[in-house]
């Protein structure tokens, strides 16, 4: 049975070198299962000894024993070894726990869009020398209607489905025009204010209306302010927003009750020539209502019509984040989903 002598001892070396190859703790395991679990090659070869003759036995039995005890042991041995030093590795890493260390390819934060266009148009704003202001999302009806020339029962009210607290007289503000009341109080004349902010109604839901959305109120009042003022900002304001040298802006006339004249400034579809879904095939896209303040708007804060004139605007930032950004749908600016943000 010389053979069985040389089985056992290409054994040892296969284990040898197989232990030897280990790096975890884990992959002892395998070994262990490889060599001797249920169909190990040792476990095999010591099926061998039934087929052993009595004096066979005596001889080659306990060489067998032996050697499947002793890589029993060699591997035991391995498997501890490996686990203590993984053990110890780990302590070391939560005793070494560095809370600055920079992980490559880890998620990075996104910037909101909205805090990516307002950054733009304030920066806009601000070089052509406007202030720029915030104001409370929480209003009275004084500084949301009544200030801007919509008394009480007027029926302009209705163009807004407000959200009334249970305070008497509070509401989440219908839209960011309040700040020209709170600004024309207290700063003095001239003045050139833009304020971008949220604005709440209580509507239906859908891809282009949400009950919170952003705004950016912009008003300029001083001597001899005009509507040619509040065009030439219009287009210098969106052509620098959406790049584009050669936009041109219409005019035609709208309502607000704060503004008189009133007026709807719409620009050039910025992506196409021809009509396209989002100028709705027209060519043109409304999205800069403004006009003159209105004479009751200047008196409600102090302020002689007969002396001072201004222009004001109030456009939907968030329809021109959609616009600038090619967003399809206003939920998504709310939707927390990262595959959303990431573009940002
Ligand atoms: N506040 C108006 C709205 O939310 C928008 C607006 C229109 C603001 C004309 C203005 C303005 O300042 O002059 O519908």
């Known amino acids: 049975m010389q053979g069985l002598k040389e089985q056992i001892e290409a054994l040892k070396k296969q284990l040898n070198e197989a232990l030897k190859a280990v790096s975890s703790s884990r992959e002892t395991n395998a070994i262990h299962v490889n060599f001797l679990g249920k169909k190990g090659s ?32 060699f591997i035991q041995k391995k498997y501890d070894d490996l686990f203590n030093q993984e053990i110890k590795h780990q302590n070391l890493k939560k005793e070494n726990f560095d809370v600055t260390a920079y992980k490559t390819g880890a998620i990075k934060g996104h910037v909101h869009p909205y805090t990516k266009i307002i950054e733009e148009i304030e920066n806009i704003f601000l070089s052509m020398g406007y202030e720029i202001l915030d104001g409370p999302e ?56 833009a304020a971008t902010g949220r604005g709440f109604r209580h509507e239906a839901t859908d891809a282009s ?36 040298d050669d936009l041109n802006i219409r005019i035609r006339p709208g309502f607000f009750p704060f503004v008189e004249p009133g007026v709807e400034i719409d620009m050039e579809c910025p992506f196409c020539k021809k009509g396209c879904s989002v100028c709705k095939k027209t060519k043109w896209i409304e999205i800069f209502p403004g006009g003159l303040i209105h004479p009751n708007v200047l008196k409600a804060c102090k302020i002689d019509p007969e002396k001072y004139s201004g222009f004001a605007f109030g456009f939907g930032l968030t329809r021109l984040a959609m616009i600038k950004y090619g967003i399809n749908n206003i939920r998504l600016f709310h939707s927390g989903k990262m595959k959303f943000l990431e573009q940002f």
């Open 138 to 193: 929480v209003e009275t009806d004084y500084y949301n209607f009544t200030a801007l020339n919509v008394p009480e029962n007027h029926p302009a009210r209705d163009m807004y489905d407000t959200f009334w607290t249970n305070l008497p007289n509070t509401l989440l503000r219908t839209h960011t025009s309040p700040i020209q009341i709170h600004a024309m109080e207290n700063k003095k004349l001239p003045v050139a204010v």
């Open 209 to 244: 209306h949400d009950i919170m959305f952003m705004q950016c109120e912009g008003f300029l009042v001083g001597e001899n302010i005009s509507l040619a003022n509040l065009f030439a900002t219009a287009k210098k304001f969106l052509r620098a927003l959406l790049n584009r």
């Open 42 to 73: 040792i476990t095999k070869l010591l099926g061998e000894i039934k087929k052993l003759s009595i004096e066979e036995k005596r001889t080659f039995g306990p060489l067998l024993n032996k050697f499947k005890k002793e890589s029993e042991e």
